[in-house]
């Protein structure tokens, strides 16, 4: 008896069977393909999220550009808008000097009222201003007459300073931004 089961033993260590060879290339085939197919979706899923990645990045600079240049664009076009507001409070009041400089201001003055400020000015803005001129072809320059117009009321400065006020007020509104802040700040102080 212990020959046979010597025997039995050192069959089974022997060299396998052609089934059992077959089972065993089958199952080093299937777990290469599990293997390959692993890979494969690993790939593809790489491949996938850095197309999504590279798709965002893509988005974002387009968008950081974009928002760039807007910004350029309104830089510019608020600094026109500055200068044009400077100059008409600039003109207002320089109304009360010689008749020569009375002259220039006019004739800036209605450059501003027909080109800049019809460019620059908000409807606000243009509304007082279009009171003001007005009044200097009544009252100064007497281009017309009118009965609405009260020229013995006339006051450039008084329309300079409705003008700052009223410019003041849009900007803030249109840049949104509260010009509150300003006037609360103490520019003396320094925090350090």
């Known amino acids: 008896m212990e020959i046979t089961s010597v025997m039995w033993g050192s ?3 022997a060299e396998p069977s052609s089934l059992a060879r077959e089972e065993m290339a089958n199952s080093t085939l299937v777990a290469k393909h599990m293997k390959q197919t692993r890979y494969n979706l690993l790939d593809i899923g790489i491949k996938t999220i850095t197309i999504i990645i590279s798709i965002f990045f893509a988005f974002a600079g387009f968008w950081q550009y974009k928002e760039i240049k807007e910004r350029e664009f309104k830089k510019e076009f608020y600094q026109k808008q500055i200068e044009t ?9 320089s109304f009360e000097k010689s008749k020569n400089d009375k002259e220039r201001s006019y004739a800036r003055l209605w450059d501003i009222f027909y080109g800049k400020g019809r460019l620059y000015l908000d ?3 243009f509304n007082v201003l279009s009171k003001a001129a007005k009044h200097v072809a009544v009252c100064e320059q007497k281009i017309y ?3 609405k117009i009260n020229c013995e009321q006339w006051s450039p400065y008084g329309y300079a300073s409705l003008f700052a006020k ?4 849009s900007l803030g509104k249109n840049w949104q931004y509260n010009f509150e802040e300003i006037t609360t ?3 003396w102080n320094v925090q350090r």
């Open 11 to 13: 069959a089974l260590l």
């Open 85 to 93: 507001i400077d100059e008409t409070i600039s003109i207002l009041t």
């Open 123 to 125: 409807q606000e803005m």
């Open 145 to 147: 007459k009118s009965e």
């Open 166 to 169: 009223t410019a003041r007020e």
């Open 185 to 187: 700040e103490d520019p």
